[in-house]
């Protein structure tokens, strides 16, 4: 076993971390809350802190994880504003919008998938049922919107007009990239029990049947019972390659606090990416203590974090502070 200790003092993120000046200072360190301010929900970007609420106001009202996780989710993928994530989502190359979305659940290490779905609004539901209802992990494309048509989901037309808009103005110049905004949810239970789920409609005008990290159990989002959980969000080309929730997860069992394990999933990207540091890519994690953390590319980016009494978007750790540079094919604090 390694002890955290031990995990730190051999940790290029460690150096970095203190070149930086900043490990004793928020938002780098992790943060935590008392065990009795359960649930803990964490998800990403600013438009997680309703989805967080939702989550909560689903425990509350005697809900599950899982109940949290879905609703949680529904709120980002019912949100007609939002361009990256469910019924408002960009569409692909052809002007057709297919969503991916994944969910984990902690007690049973179970997981259920679907990928480049069509004209179903909701699809963390419909991985949900995959989870419970077939003994497969993942559907994708047509059989996926077959499973949640006899499922009883609804068929909808998910082009909005403003998404239509942006889809013919980017067939016009193929230019720019409008981001892709995926929520990730995080979900540690008053039973100490973990959840977590991810959705997204991925790369805007992507190639049609383009799948991103979202739906990849160990990539967009990883559950672990026994340690934490930990999701991502960004260009899911720079985080499937690396399995990087999955690994957040696995150095958080060996040490790391949930900021440390997400920045240096970052940093051992880096190092063997051809782009180097110049990704886009951005993780939350929680750990089974109730400490959270987020790491990401450049300036970072912003997250939220819910409990009862508290529900707040914070910055998160952002690798252009940590004054990292390439140094003989390798990542070094430069201590300036
Ligand atoms: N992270 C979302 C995607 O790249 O599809």
Redesign the pocket.
């Known amino acids: 076993m390694i002890t955290r200790r031990h995990f730190l003092a051999r940790s290029p993120l460690a150096l970095a971390l203190a070149g930086a000046g900043c490990q004793r200072e928020q938002p780098t360190e992790s943060m935590s809350t008392p065990t009795s301010q359960r649930p803990l929900i964490v998800s990403t970007w600013p438009f997680g802190k309703p989805a967080n609420e939702q989550a909560l106001a689903t425990v509350r009202a005697g809900g599950s994880g899982l109940d949290a996780v879905v609703a949680g989710i529904g709120v980002a993928e019912a949100d007609l504003s939002n361009s990256s994530v469910g019924a408002g989502g960009l569409p692909n190359a052809e002007g057709v919008v297919q969503l991916?979305a994944c969910i984990m659940a902690g007690p049973g290490h179970r997981a259920g998938s679907v990928a480049a779905l069509e004209g179903i609004g909701h699809p963390v539901a419909v991985a949900r049922k995959v989870m419970e209802s077939t003994p497969h992990v993942m559907l994708a494309g047509a059989g996926a919107k077959k499973f949640a048509l006899e499922n009883g989901f609804p068929e909808v037309d998910l082009r909005t007009p403003e998404a239509t808009a942006k889809w013919r103005e980017w067939q016009a110049t193929r230019d720019g990239d409008p981001g892709?905004d995926?929520i990730a949810l995080l979900v540690l239970m008053p039973d100490g029990n973990l959840y977590g789920g991810c959705s997204?409609s991925?790369?805007a005008f992507k190639l049609p049947g383009r799948v991103?990290?979202?739906p990849i159990i160990g990539s967009?989002l990883y559950v672990d019972n026994e340690v934490g959980a930990a999701g991502?969000?960004?260009?899911?080309?720079n985080?499937m390659r690396y399995c990087a929730s999955f690994l957040i997860v696995e150095l958080m069992r060996r040490g790391a606090t949930p900021g440390e394990a997400c920045a240096e999933a970052i940093l051992r990207t880096a190092r063997q990416d051809p782009k180097g540091i110049d990704l886009s890519i951005n993780f939350i994690a929680i750990d089974k203590q109730g400490r959270w953390g987020a790491a990401g590319t450049g300036k970072g980016f912003a997250y939220a974090v819910t409990y009862p009494g508290y529900s707040e978007v914070l910055p998160s750790l952002a690798l252009s502070d940590l004054k990292v540079k390439a140094v003989g094919g390798h990542l070094e604090a430069t201590g300036d």
């Open positions: 991916d892709h995926t997204t991925g790369l991103g990290d979202s967009g991502a969000t960004g260009l899911g080309e985080v």
